[in-house]
């Protein structure tokens, strides 16, 4: 029977691997083990996930901060659907997936191969910094089928600056129920983590907002952009129609575009020179944004 191995790293999406009957996987930091977990915590190599002919069993490679199941060392025992697993303190979960389980993540994992391969064909190297960053911004509405969305970046003085914008329009900007984007923005920035919502209108902490109960915004998503372990901004990108319900892999696929986006605003910050301006047309979109940005969230 396939199975599900989900890993929760700190402040980060989750990521999962689906394994299959009779595959032996290892697990840790080294790159030539079929799990590679990035983490001080895990060892080289940490922990091997096997097949027995009947079920799952964990064991710890002699790891220096250990392999723990449901509290309890590793020791060859069988994986149970729901077990919580902590490699060093890395905490994951396994369970196991029916044939048509596996297959539809399957499904999912190839659309994301797909998407990455689209990806790097949009990002000519001969763009410049704010032409990367918006076909990165129009990849991530296409991901989650939104209609508008833009980058901020957190300036040294610590207030967010608008870099580029899609889909909208400076009446859209200046209309009161944007005020909705920023509190997903907010939320985003304070905890360090993404906002992901296929229909805004259920979030306790949205929902509520008269930006979406005057139905000015239904979905949205907003992930931070990381480098190094430092916050540059976020993507956000949102709809006024609902969207599909979000998949893990989707999560994944938007960490992704935000990470590209991250690494060019830190590229073009090292660079000398002043950043050119945007496209004419969207020079007005940029500036009302900025300008109702420095009203509703004058810091962070």
């Known amino acids: 029977m396939p199975g599900k ?25 080294d790159p030539q083990c079929g799990l590679v977990l990035e983490d001080s915590r895990v060892s080289k190599r940490h922990a091997r996930l096997r097949w027995t002919g009947a079920a799952w069993a964990l064991e710890d490679l002699g790891s220096r901060n250990g392999t723990i199941v449901n ?34 993540l399957d499904s999912e994992r190839m659309a994301w191969i797909q998407s990455s391969a689209e990806m790097r064909r949009r990002l000519s190297p001969d763009l410049g910094p704010l032409d990367l960053q918006l076909r990165l911004l129009e990849a991530a509405m296409e991901l989650t089928r939104t209609e508008r969305g833009f980058v901020l970046v957190v300036g040294p003085d610590g207030k ?21 984007s920023m509190g997903a923005v907010r939320q985003a920035l304070e905890t360090a983590g993404p906002v ?41 990108v949102d709809s ?26 830190a590229c073009a910050g090292r660079a000398s020179g002043p950043v050119p301006l945007p496209p004419a047309p969207e020079t007005e979109v940029v500036a009302q944004l900025q300008q109702r940005i420095e009203e509703l969230l004058p810091a962070v």
Request: aromatic letters at 4%; one cysteine or more; charged letters at 25%.
């Open 5 to 29: 191995l989900t890993v929760f790293p700190a402040q980060r999406a989750s990521r999962f691997l689906v394994i299959r009957d009779g595959e032996s996987l290892e697990i840790g930091r």
């Open 71 to 104: 509290g309890e060392p590793a020791a060859g025992a069988e994986l149970r659907d729901g077990d919580a697993i902590s490699f060093g303190g890395l905490l994951a979960r396994f369970e196991r997936l029916t044939a048509a389980q596996a297959a539809n």
């Open 160 to 180: 967010l600056r608008a870099e580029v914008a899609a889909g909208l329009s400076a009446e859209a900007v200046r209309d009161e129920r944007f005020r909705g």
């Open 196 to 236: 992901m919502l296929s229909d805004v209108r259920a979030d306790p902490r949205l929902g509520k907002r008269p930006s979406v109960l005057a139905r000015g915004i239904a979905s949205l998503a907003c992930v931070p952009l990381r480098h190094e372990g430092k916050i540059l901004g976020v993507l956000y």
């Open 240 to 265: 006024r129609k609902l969207g599909p319900t979000y998949t893990q892999l989707a999560l994944d696929v938007l960490e992704a575009l935000a990470d590209h986006t991250a690494t060019i605003l």
